[in-house]
């Protein structure tokens, strides 16, 4: 059974870090590019960043540019989100996700998330 | 930006109709996906380059195209079809609708 299960999210203090991990199975991991995907409370669905799939290439959202850091372990399958300098508007949900019908569109399938919440 | 606009919301009785539309100038050009997201679950893929259903989800699920607007559509609405729904594409960068809200009546 394919599972992605996003571990690491909790409280923490404006300008704080946190590290996100998203550990996949059930499918060949190295094959696939991966996203991270936000949603602040109440709020919509928000792209963050992506990886391809031997994590050569990264992208991210203008929102988290210069703060986020996406990279990846095949050998461990788990996908990571290195996220520094949070701000309380980084209040989110947030999944990790498999794009299946296209390297950057048509997810398939999430995690169930993992809730970050910046505050003092 | 890129930006894809959503109606915020969309009412239907049981059993009717229940059409949502997403509209962006790099639709012509680019692939549209529709995401259903119930309180407090992660999203669903419900619908794939712009028409494709994937294996599980519903025939009255179904999906098109015109120009720089793509529609889900929703036919013999159900009660448990009320939810949140969202469009996905990608132009520079990836981007979702503001997404709609489907309340079933």
């Known amino acids: 059974e394919v599972q992605l299960v996003e571990s690491g999210g909790g409280l923490v203090q404006p300008g704080g870090s946190l590290r996100l991990s998203c550990a996949a199975s059930?499918?060949?991991?190295?094959?696939?590019?991966m996203h991270w995907v936000r949603q602040a409370p109440g709020k919509g669905l928000v792209w963050v960043s992506r990886?391809?799939?031997?994590?050569?290439?990264?992208s991210y959202a203008d929102s988290v540019k210069g703060r986020f850091t996406i990279s990846r372990d095949n050998a461990k399958n788990t996908l990571y989100l290195q996220m520094n300098s949070l701000r309380a508007e980084d209040t989110a949900v947030y999944y990790c996700a498999r794009a299946d019908y296209d390297i950057l569109t048509g997810y398939s399938r999430w995690g169930q998330g993992t809730l970050v919440t910046v505050s003092s | 930006s890129y930006e894809l606009t959503q109606p915020p919301s969309v009412s239907v009785s049981p059993g009717q109709t229940a059409r949502i539309t997403c509209s962006g100038d790099a639709l012509p050009k680019q692939y549209a996906y529709w995401y259903q997201q119930k309180p407090g679950q992660a999203p669903v893929l419900v619908i794939y380059?712009?028409?494709e259903r994937p294996s599980g989800i519903p025939e009255r699920f179904s999906g098109s195209s015109s120009g720089t607007t793509v529609t889900l559509t929703i036919s013999g609405v159900q009660a448990e079809d009320e939810a949140d729904y969202y469009c996905?594409?990608?132009?520079?960068?990836?981007?979702f609708g503001g997404g709609t809200k489907l309340t079933v009546l």
């Open positions: 380059k712009d028409s």
């Open positions: 059930g499918f060949t991991f190295s094959s696939y590019w």
């Open positions: 990886i391809n799939s031997d994590g050569s290439s990264t």
């Open positions: 996905q594409s990608a132009d520079s960068s990836v981007v």
